[in-house]
């Protein structure tokens, strides 16, 4: 059974468009989740912003925005989370600058570089 161009003609238009919304579903949707599991099993949770950088964390059902203690800028961020036991650790880096942050008591403490000791001379 041979089917009428007109059918063939529709069926690819509406496979090329589900095609193409699954393709941009995620485009402005900059907002991820990540989880860890401690040693006790509770579980400790970020959501973020991978373009802002804006962070929440919770060990509960009630979001606590992580505080930046200067401006960031909008970029392309990524994030580290693991357990160490009974605690867990939380690295933010910006993938186009490299600078990066690790999250102390709710707040984003900047990574610096050491000097060399002849530097400090100079």
């Known amino acids: 059974m041979k089917l009428p161009t007109t059918h063939i003609t529709t069926l690819t238009a509406l496979l090329c468009m589900l095609l193409t919304t699954n393709l941009y579903a995620d485009v402005g949707a900059p907002f991820e989740v990540k989880m860890v599991v401690l040693e006790n099993g509770e579980t400790r949770h970020i959501k973020y912003n991978i373009h802002s950088g804006e962070t929440w964390w919770s060990s509960t059902t009630q979001w606590q925005k992580i505080e930046e203690p200067e401006p960031i800028s909008r970029s392309t961020y990524d994030y580290t989370m693991v357990s160490t036991g009974m605690y867990w650790r939380?690295?933010?880096?910006?993938?186009?600058?490299?600078?990066?942050?690790?999250?102390?008591?709710?707040?984003?403490?900047?990574?610096?570089?050491?000097?060399?000791?002849?530097?400090?001379?100079?």
């Open 90 to 122: 939380l690295i933010r880096v910006d993938k186009l600058t490299g600078e990066a942050w690790k999250n102390s008591s709710g707040r984003w403490v900047k990574f610096t570089t050491k000097l060399k000791e002849e530097e400090v001379k100079k």
